[in-house]
């Protein structure tokens, strides 16, 4: 089932809905009860009460519905509680009380003061934080982190967000709750996924709350596919299928010093399921796997200007390793409108407004920072816009590549799941060039490519991880990629 994503606004828009339909009591009660039942899990077979902090808005109105079935569940809780300012939290405060939880004041004091505790659940603030922490809650939370850090072994699991952490953005705050597990209420924010941020919230699990499909859709800024989706997507081949029509994949790329690239792009296509691949370069490239074809041109600018585009099932991936020349050369490839993938040294701002519906933009931050013009740290501190920013300027579709990769087409967004960082290597991204590039001439359109491409992908070396961790080379990712093409569609 596809996961959602939202922004603080998106929270904000989806409550307003579900308030004006009468279900956002129920909403926080189902909240609470998820965070009841994460928190056990978080604390199991550790002694002691559990402790719950409430801040004063919805946040902490979880966290109060949360105690209220601790407590009936037997277990001992310890409540600290900022003033509620939220109706939902103050009728959540009076409902403790009336089965007689006592719930004390908030302050850092009060942290500092209760004996060893089983697990805690940070429920001071969540989407509608607005800028740094302050007064008592910034006590609260500096008291949180000190228990913690001093190696109490007390686990914190934060309901929606870190207290203090921004929804909507990969960086931090200096201050914030750290977490040891995040429990993402109704979807995943920003913040939940990406950089700096998303290391604050630790494993992130989603508890989906009973909102309406098309609500969710429609406030939702991107979306996170699941597997079944993806794999449903994925071209199958009948048992007349043969190599001329499984794919044919033309690797555009390779300079002298650069000849490993197109290479690795060239074992990408062939393990994603290109029939055929060939490999054009001015360069002597290496052969990898004797499968792949190679060609060598004296000028492949003056090869592409002869070449007529096929007409049949062929995809380019172009701009690996070539150099210079890869702009001018990613040009004549866009005016023939046919399947192509743009990477590396094709990405370039004087192409802006040239992509068509059936091209592919694969940048990295460092690549997405040239093609917008400003710096990685923009592009790395809001993903998800800086991806929709490329796709509005440059056309087609954008695969802003990172842990994890963001898609966004004309229609909107979406964030893969999983990978390793034992993929932050060279080749990676040559091999997920020329996977795209596969699907493309499989037949896929270009978006759903694109999502299941970066998918295939980020299974494989989550696959491969298993056996080579941090030394996981671009060439253990596609040995793996039929594995992890069944895991998304099942045997073939
Ligand atoms: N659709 C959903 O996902 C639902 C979300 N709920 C919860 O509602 C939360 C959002 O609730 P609210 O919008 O009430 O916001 P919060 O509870 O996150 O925070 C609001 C309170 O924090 C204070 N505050 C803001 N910034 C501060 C700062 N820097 N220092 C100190 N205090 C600060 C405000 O004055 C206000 O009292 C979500 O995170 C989630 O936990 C559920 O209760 C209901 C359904
Ligand atoms: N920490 C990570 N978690 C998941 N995937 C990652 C991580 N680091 C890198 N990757 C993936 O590896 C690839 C790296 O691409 P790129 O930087 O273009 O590599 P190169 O230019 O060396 O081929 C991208 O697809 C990216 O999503």
Not at 31 to 46: F, V
Not at 207 to 224: G, H, I, M, Q, Y
Not at 294 to 317: F, I, K, N, S, Y
Request: with cysteine; aromatic share 4%; proline share 7%.
């Amino acid at each position: 089932m596809t996961e959602h994503v939202f922004t603080a606004a998106g929270i904000r828009a989806l409550d307003v809905r579900l308030d004006a339909a009468g279900l956002l009591e129920l909403a926080m009660e189902e909240a609470g009860r998820a965070s009841a039942a994460a928190l056990l899990d978080l604390a199991a077979g550790r002694p002691g009460p559990l402790a719950l902090l409430a801040g004063g808005g919805a946040n902490g109105g979880d966290a109060l519905v949360a105690a209220r079935h601790l407590h009936a569940a037997g277990r001992e809780v310890q409540v600290l509680a900022a003033p509620g300012t939220h109706p939902l939290t103050q009728r959540n405060r009076e409902r403790l009380a009336a089965v007689g939880v006592e719930v004390q004041r908030l302050s850092a004091a009060a942290v500092r003061a209760l004996p060893p505790v089983a697990a805690w659940a940070d429920g001071l603030l969540g989407t509608g934080v607005s800028g740094e922490l302050r007064g008592e809650l910034a006590g609260a939370v500096q008291a949180l982190n000190a228990r913690a850090g001093q190696g109490s072994g007390e686990p914190v699991l934060a309901l929606d967000l870190p207290s203090g952490l921004p929804a909507d953005r990969a960086s931090a705050p200096p201050l914030t709750v750290q977490a040891t597990r995040t429990l993402a209420l109704s979807g995943y924010k920003p913040a939940h996924l990406f950089g700096e941020a998303a290391e604050r919230c630790g494993p992130v699990a989603l508890a989906r709350l009973a909102v309406p499909p098309a609500w969710a859709d429609a406030e939702a800024k991107a979306t996170r596919p699941s597997d079944t989706e993806l794999g449903a997507w994925l071209p199958r081949r009948t048992a007349s299928t043969h190599k001329g029509t499984a794919g044919r994949v033309w690797v555009v790329g390779g300079s002298a010093g650069m000849e490993g690239a197109p290479a690795m792009a060239g074992v990408g296509a062939l393990r994603a399921g290109a029939g055929l691949v060939t490999l054009h370069s001015e360069a002597e490239l290496p052969l990898p796997m004797p499968e792949l074809m190679r060609t060598r041109h004296a000028d492949l600018g003056a090869w592409l200007a002869r070449e007529q585009p096929r007409p049949d099932a062929l995809a380019l991936a172009l701009g690996m390793g070539l150099g210079p020349q890869a702009p001018a050369l990613a040009r004549v490839a866009l005016s023939w409108n046919i399947p192509t993938v743009l990477d590396a040294d094709a990405l370039q701002p004087e192409l802006s407004g040239l992509g068509h519906s059936r091209c592919l933009w694969t940048p990295h931050p460092g690549e997405a920072a040239r093609l917008l013009e400003c710096t990685v740290a923009e592009v790395t501190a809001d993903p998800l816009s800086a991806a929709a920013t490329l796709q509005q300027r440059y056309g087609g579709v954008v695969v802003l590549k990172g842990g994890p990769s963001v898609v966004a087409w004309a229609g909107g967004l979406s964030v893969s799941r999983g990978g390793h960082p034992g993929m932050a290597s060279a080749g990676m991204g040559d091999t997920l060039a020329g996977i795209l590039a596969a699907l493309l001439a499989a037949g896929m359109d270009s978006r759903q490519a694109a999502q299941a491409g970066v998918r295939l992908h980020a299974r494989a070396g989550e696959r491969a991880a298993q056996r080579f961790g941090y030394g996981l080379s671009a060439s253990d990712v596609a040995a793996e990629l039929g594995g992890a093409w069944a895991d998304l569609s099942g045997p073939v």
